[in-house]
């Protein structure tokens, strides 16, 4: 049965037997189902309550916070409190085993009108335990130390271990002979390109800087592509490229035949320093041209009649400076 111990949370238990009331807590990792030899035995003499703690086996599994409030010991004595409670009994005994022993030790210390008898098995005081750590504890209880951890430390760990070289990115060749590019897969450049903007060159440029840096050129160039090859970085719906490499990489030098060097000769993308300088001469090259075409207006060699000028304007008239567009006016 599932039992509605309140705040969207079921609890999952299974009653068989005549008798004084008896709650059994499993410990961790396992479920009420550890109790399947002991509990025909113990329901010849009580009436047993089994539960799967929350967070275990069918019970509810409701979702962590950053203290773990929703799964301490408190509350979960509160879910085994409800649960019993629904089914009739004010006060029982209780056998536990493990953590599910430390949420005994809870249940009698904040209700402890509701705890007839208490059977704790293969467990010390929690406190008692963290106030005497010692290297030896620390060694056999590691994993305690990361449980305490915020989440999703705990959560990562327990359900998506990473292996410590565990590589950053993933590069494959996709489409045969005829129509080949190249994937990459990985959290890091996947984010970095839905982070740039595109219309911007600075933008473009610091991304292939990252990408190179991650090692994601010396990956492609290992897997067969070249200048031009077609890129693809993410899943479907990712972004596709043609690549053109940075001069950063040394894949290129590993590729290359034995006292040369693949990059002398080759096209690739300006430095930053190179875009910086194309950009200000562009810029020059602009204000130039502007105030070539103002003199030219001047000097009577053209007339823009969106310009107007003070001397054009009657005394009548109403001036708006939107339409000048001279230097001076700027300034």
């Known amino acids: 049965m599932r039992i509605d111990v309140g705040a969207g949370v079921d609890i999952h238990a299974l009653v068989g037997g005549s ?7 499993h410990g961790h990792p396992q479920t009420l189902a550890i109790w399947h ?13 089994a539960c799967d703690l929350r967070g275990y086996g069918d019970s509810s599994k ?17 879910d085994v409190l409800a649960v019993m409670h629904s089914l009739g009994f004010q006060t029982f005994r209780v056998l536990a085993h493990d953590r599910g022993a430390r949420v005994a030790h ?17 467990i010390a005081p929690t406190l008692a335990m963290y106030e005497q750590t010692s290297d030896a504890f620390a060694r056999a209880y590691w ?21 410590v070289n565990e590589k950053p990115f993933t590069v494959r060749a996709e489409g045969g002979e005829e129509h080949r590019f190249y994937r990459v897969r990985g959290a890091k450049p996947e984010r970095w390109v839905q982070q740039t ?7 473009i ?5 990252r990408l190179a840096k991650l090692g994601v050129e010396d990956g492609l160039f290992k897997a067969g592509a070249v200048a031009g090859s077609t890129v693809v970085i993410g899943g479907d719906g990712g972004m596709v490229f043609d690549w053109e490499p940075t001069l950063t990489s040394t894949a290129e030098l590993i590729t290359s035949a034995r006292g040369t060097d693949a990059r002398i000769g080759a096209t690739s993308r300006p430095t930053r320093n190179e875009r910086r300088e194309e950009y200000f001469e562009r810029m020059d090259a602009k ?3 502007r105030a070539e075409l103002e003199q030219e207006r001047v000097s009577g060699l053209w007339v823009d009649d969106d310009v107007v000028t003070s001397d054009q304007l009657g005394t009548g008239d109403q001036f708006d400076g939107d339409q000048v567009e001279t230097s001076d006016q700027k300034d």
Request: hydrophobic share 45%; proline share 10%; aromatic share 8%.
């Open 19 to 25: 008798g004084p009331p008896l709650l059994l807590l």
């Open 37 to 49: 030899r002991v509990a025909p035995r113990l329901a010849e003499r009580f009436t047993v309550v």
């Open 62 to 78: 409701p979702a962590g916070d950053a203290d773990h409030a929703n799964y301490s010991k408190r509350t979960m004595a509160a």
């Open 106 to 122: 809870r249940l009698a210390l904040d209700h402890p009108q509701a705890v007839e008898r208490l059977a704790l098995l293969d």
């Open 143 to 163: 994993h305690w130390f990361f449980l305490i951890q915020p989440e999703p430390v705990p959560e990562r760990i327990v359900l998506r271990p990473r292996s």
């Open 197 to 203: 903007d595109f219309t911007n060159e600075e933008a």
């Open 205 to 209: 440029g610091y991304l292939a800087d």
């Open 287 to 289: 204000a130039a041209a």
